[in-house]
């Protein structure tokens, strides 16, 4: 299954290989037509290159397609054969390549059993069989009866993309999609059968990066390792492996969303500590009459950019920064009556000597110049470079 967009309104899905195979089944193509319908597409193009498979798979593509509100394009590619050509009908719109073919038979169910094991497949075959008459009968115009006598008699019929128009099956024949396609006559095509004949188109499908890997059977040993799965084995049902591997998904999806909403959790609470702190700190300033608004500016604009200081440098940064504010004291203020610094006016800190002005700072450099060298080395750990 390749899924591709054309454009923002146009999506192409290649449906390749048998029908209920692996990503092939009916659950896919509904889903992908849900989530296609979903994100905003309008227009489907299905490019189909199949030759059959399951009747019951089959049937839940035909009533996706024929439900859906898209606008959706068939254009077979090389073959639809056998259920590849039984869900056409459900499309408004079927093109084929030039070299292009259906085919169309009796449905086919290989079992086993007793007696009555085998009666109800009988029945359940003909069942079948009178749904793929009516379907062809509506899109060809043929009466029911007529077509059971013309294809599905017990062999297999092979029309080309001229006789696929003819019979309704598909709308328009277009230029041809796998290039120097050799012509098949019929006794070619019976002589390959079906499978033959669909390989004979995989090898010419577009470009070698767009070649369909061709996988009808899962590989669930491989699958299991891969996803760990418990409870299943090779020999489980692919049903049972692909819904274990869907809960294993949904599983490991679940606790990545929960790691996310934890590690959410943890970083709001961080970063709520931190605005705390912050709003600490800035209430403390502004208390201490540091946070002064120059002249043109609020506090509330202040407040703003030392709040950014803390929020991107982080709190020692904001306490540097906080460090340096305030009133600056005259020398005055530091000396005692008889001009000579006093015990108890002395700066205390080299923070507040860097609070003293231009003069002030001078003045105590040069007249107290011991507690000056004292306060300098204190900070930055040898004595002032004279």
Known sequence: MFVREIDKKTVEVKLYGDIGGWFADGETITNLLDNFEASGYEN??????????????????????????????????????????????AFSVVEIADNGFGMLHRPEWRTGGNADDLTAAAKLLTDMEQICIKRISECSGIAEDEVKAKWLDGTDHWLNAKEMVEF???????????????????????????????????????????????????????????????????????????????????????????????ADAVVALAKAELNAAIKARLDAAVAANKLIPPAGKTIDQVRASYEKIGQNAGL??????????????????????????????????WADVMALEGATLTAFRSENHEAYAKLYKAEFGHEPIK
């Open 44 to 89: 489907v193009i299905i490019r189909i290159h199949c030759y059959g498979g399951s009747v019951f798979e089959g049937n839940v593509i035909y009533n996706a397609v024929l439900r859906s509100p898209l606008n959706i394009k068939a254009i077979i590619d090389g073959v639809a054969a056998s259920m590849g050509c039984f869900i056409l009908p």
């Open 168 to 262: 309704g099956l598909a709308t328009e024949v277009i230029p041809a999609t796998a290039k120097n396609m050799k012509e098949l006559d019929s006794s070619m095509v019976l002589d390959l059968g079906v499978e033959g004949v669909y390989n004979q188109y995989v090898a010419l499908l577009g470009d070698t990066k767009d070649k369909p890997i061709i996988k009808n059977e899962m590989d669930k040993k491989e699958l299991i390792q891969a996803l760990g799965l418990e409870g299943v084995t090779e020999e489980s049902p692919d049903s049972l492996v692909l819904a274990k591997a869907k809960e294993k998904q949904e599983a490991l999806a679940a606790q990545a969303a929960q790691a996310k909403a934890s």
């Open 316 to 349: 020692d940064v904001l306490d540097l920064a906080l460090a340096g504010l305030g009133v600056k004291k005259p020398i005055v203020d530091y000396l005692h009556p008889e001009g000579k610094g006093g015990s108890d006016a002395d700066p205390k800190t």
